[in-house]
């Protein structure tokens, strides 16, 4: 039968990955440049960090509604060249007012990735398939976050961080002209597409624009619990995407080179995680079910990432913290392709609003993270102090997983509701 077009899809859904975290991660690369060249403190910096997650959470719901609603052809083009333009007059930014605002709308496009990206694998995969579609696809954004230093560093070199950031910027503009021309929303209209993976996608799926039922999915309890698991995971990853590199040049003392060698590390076994935690995620739900197959590879990923965090924090030197914390960042991305499927498993049609709920208040939780690490930097001077409150924060996260139940729709529109469940009320 040749390639299945829904891999080519992944294909694209990866490179546009590897741009959004090449995106996001380049700011925390600079970092230390940045704050030396506009005269940014720790706290100004850490709120130049969380803004962006602010903004990224507010967008977070709105864009993966319009997602399910209007096809992720039009919202992912449109979002991709949004965020392609504020990345690049990121470089033109000479004050701390000014930065902020510009990261703030870089964030506002960006919130919609994710979601949109979980739409179209929702679209397109089977449910035995999404949580290795959704691994592949969050490997392919440590990608990005593995070769942004190594691009970063040269680059500052050579033009300045301000023109590394514009040439970031239209990196995107090139794959939303490859993404509008070939793909489409309804996998049944792509030309070429053979009978064999029509019935192997179950084409006929979620391809009606869904009119979006807030009330009854605000009123279903698993939903918050989604959000709060999220919320809580988000402070361990927000430390990678956002202090990890100025923790090791000023926390742990690494120049600016070998930061931009080492710091790619972790990010490496992430991609090693997401690949990994999306194959075993798959099997486990295989072997032992949906429910407790998902569960099983989120919770135990997340407690293993928590005490790798504790390590870290109650050790020293340089190896000591790259090994660390590269293992940590690889395991707790085991749990990231089950996460992301879980959205998928039930939120059915409205796998956009629910991937956008989890997002937002994961986003929240980013948010929180990067500005009260700079505070307590501040307060203690001391770079390890915020780590004991991440991985507190990581081990909570562990607990909330293990009470969801992915095999339990948010909504049900047949048949008879859970037994003592809200989801249909």
């Known amino acids: 039968m040749g390639v299945r077009k829904r891999y080519v899809l992944l294909s694209l859904l990866m490179f546009l990955s590897v741009i959004t975290y090449l995106d996001r991660i380049s700011i925390s690369v600079a970092g230390p440049r940045m704050q030396k060249d506009l005269g940014l403190s720790p706290e100004r910096w850490g709120w130049v960090l969380g803004i962006f997650a602010l903004s990224y959470g507010l967008g977070a719901v709105p864009l993966g509604a319009l997602g399910d609603r209007l096809g992720q052809r039009k919202m992912l083009a449109n979002i991709v060249v949004w965020w392609s333009v504020f990345m690049g007059l990121t470089g033109l930014a000479v004050s701390f007012p000014i930065l902020l605002v510009t990261r703030f709308l870089f964030g506002a496009g960006e919130a919609g990735a994710y979601p949109n990206i979980s739409g179209s694998i929702a679209r397109w995969f089977p449910a035995d398939e999404r949580a290795r579609a959704q691994g592949s696809v969050w490997a392919a954004s440590r990608v990005g976050g593995a070769v942004s230093p190594w691009l970063v560093v040269p680059l500052m070199a050579a033009i300045g ?15 939303v002209i490859v993404w509008y021309g070939w793909y489409r929303d309804n996998p049944t209209l792509k030309a070429g597409l053979a009978e064999q993976e029509v019935v192997e996608i179950k084409a006929s799926q979620n391809q009606k624009p869904a009119s979006i039922p807030w009330r009854r999915l605000i009123r279903s309890r698993q939903l918050w619990m989604i959000m709060a698991m999220y919320w809580c995971y988000v402070w361990g990853s927000m430390f990678y995407l956002s202090w990890l590199h100025t923790y090791l040049v000023r926390g742990r003392g690494f120049t600016e080179a070998e930061m931009g ?28 079910g949906l429910s407790l197959g998902r569960r099983i590879m989120g919770s135990s990923s997340l407690v293993a990432t928590a005490l790798f965090f504790l390590a870290t924090a ?10 660390l914390l590269s293992l940590g960042f690889g395991v707790m991305d085991c749990m990231l392709p089950s996460a992301w499927a879980i959205c998928l498993d039930v939120g059915g049609e409205y796998s956009g609003a629910v991937s956008g ?5 994961g986003s929240a939780g980013g948010f929180t993270c990067a500005v009260l690490f700079g505070y307590l930097v501040q307060a203690f001077k001391n ?8 991985a507190i924060m990581v081990m909570i996260s562990a607990f909330l997983f293990w009470h969801l139940d992915p095999a339990r729709p948010l909504l049900q529109s047949n048949g008879p509701c859970p037994e003592g469940g809200l989801e249909c009320a």
Request: aromatic letters at 12%; hydrophobic letters at 60%; proline letters at 3%.
């Open 314 to 323: 109650l050790t020293h030197g340089k190896t000591s913290a790259i090994v």
């Open 383 to 390: 770079y390890d102090v915020p780590l004991f409150v991440i």
């Open 261 to 288: 060698g080492f710091s790619a590390l972790p990010f490496l076994m992430g991609m090693v995680g997401n690949v990994a935690g999306g194959i075993m995620g798959d099997r486990l739900v295989r072997k032992m």
């Open 161 to 175: 961080w301000r023109g590394m950031f514009m040439i970031f910027g239209a990196v995107g503009l090139v794959w």
């Open 357 to 361: 709920a989890m997002n937002l208040a």
